[in-house]
Structure formats: C-alpha cells, structure tokens
C-alpha cells in the first residue's frame, strides 16, 4: 500500500522566517511527486517532481525530490502570512499496465504565518 | 483558463438518501478521479476512469458508489444509501493522459453533509 508522511503536522512562525516542510513516501512504481497548496477548499497546484537532485522554484517556494531515500523537501523563504495554509504532499503510483491511479496524500502540513 | 467545475457546490442530504455529485472535467482530458476529504483528515482516493470505465478503485469505494459519464462532458459520483460517515469534501479532478498532473486540476469540490 502506497503511504505518504510529512513532518510537521503542524508550524507555526513569524513572517519573514525561512520554513522547510518535510514528505517522505512509500510507493509502487513511482511516477511522480507533487506538491499542493490547500487554503479554504481545492487542493492547489505547486510542484510536480520526478526526477532527483533537480530543485523546482516558483518565486519563494521551492522543492526538491531525493528518489533513494524516498523524500522531499518544500521550502518557503521569506514567508508572508498570504502562505498560511495546509501543504500537501502526494505521490502518483503506476500500475505495470500503465493504468490511471489515483494520487496518494499525506496529511498535510498546518503552516501559520504570524504577522 | 479551463478549470474542472462541480456542482452543486454544498448539498445537504439524510441518512439513507442517495445523492449524485456532478463534475465536468476540462475538455479534452482523458482520465477522470473521484477524492474526498473528511473535515480534518487527509485527502483519499476514491477512483479512477478512463476510456468510458472504472480504472482504479480503492477499498473506500464500495458497492454503494457508482461513477458515470452519461453524456460526454458529464462524470458523476453516486452515493445509494448515504451514511452519516459519507460527510465530507468530495473533489474531481482530471488529467489529459497519466502521469500529466501539472496544474490546477482539481475542481473547486461538492461539500456533502449527511444528517
């Protein structure tokens, strides 16, 4: 069975802190890592990783994936309250066919931006 | 933008009733998912669909879940009997092929309250 654990559960910080949120991740046939962004309702899309040692940067986030030891790590630099949210990491397995699993969450990570 | 819309956006319904959530995936995508989200835990998996039939199912989706695409835009989740513990956030999402899950393409989700 597929499972996926980020560490913390929960963060709390000050604005302008550096944080780094963990994801480590048991899975058959990876395709792929991702990360989501989740404030009030749908899961948003951050980063899609596949490939190790290759970091992924959007402005102040940015992500990396180690596929032999199975993680990954979210950073946000110089955090603004606007980044408080629910961090989700998920994985995609495959089935040997090729077919169409479905995405394997964590449970997130509770980050909160104190002004 | 396209984006993956569902509706209705929050139904309420009682125990034993059956409900069906409807989502219209972006246009020219392929495979099609089924989440949800207990308030307070984690996203899960519910199932896949690809080619006009079920690809992947977890053990939550039992036999009183029910997925179709009636008319080719259309991709509904029917629950027969709703049970208090089918409360929850249930999100769509979809790909143009798998392994393609860049992007915004979870629907903004249909919140089911079972009382």
């Known amino acids: 069975e597929d499972k996926v654990v980020q560490s913390p559960l929960s963060l709390v910080v000050h604005e302008g802190d550096t944080v780094t949120l963990n994801c480590s991740y048991e899975?058959?046939?990876?395709?792929?890592l991702l990360w989501y962004k989740q404030e009030k309702k749908a899961p948003t899309f951050l980063f899609m990783l596949t490939s190790s040692g290759i970091e992924k940067k959007s402005g102040r986030l940015s992500s990396i994936l180690d596929k032999k030891e199975l993680f990954s790590i979210l950073n946000i630099t110089a955090t603004q309250t606007g980044d408080s949210a629910v961090y989700l990491c998920?994985?995609?397995?495959?089935?040997?066919?090729?077919?169409?699993?479905?995405?394997?969450f964590g449970k997130g990570t509770h980050l909160i931006i104190q002004p | 933008e396209p984006e993956v819309t569902q509706t209705p956006s929050h139904q309420v319904t009682q125990m034993g009733q059956e409900v069906i959530l409807r989502c219209v995936p972006i246009s020219n995508h392929l495979y099609f998912y089924w989440y949800r989200q207990i308030l307070g835990q984690k996203v899960e998996f519910l199932v896949s669909f690809y080619n006009n039939e079920i690809s992947e199912k977890s053990e939550i989706f039992d036999d009183q879940f029910s997925v179709e695409r009636p008319d080719g835009s259309n991709f509904t989740l029917k629950i027969r009997s709703t049970k208090l513990e089918d409360s929850a956030m249930y999100f769509c999402?979809?790909?143009?092929?798998?392994?393609?899950?860049?992007?915004?393409?979870f629907g903004p989700g249909t919140r089911l309250t079972v009382t």
């Open positions: 999402a979809s790909v143009p092929e798998v392994g393609a899950w860049a992007g915004q393409y």
């Open positions: 899975v058959t046939n990876f395709r792929s």
């Open positions: 998920a994985v995609e397995g495959g089935q040997a066919g090729g077919g169409a699993d479905g995405l394997t």
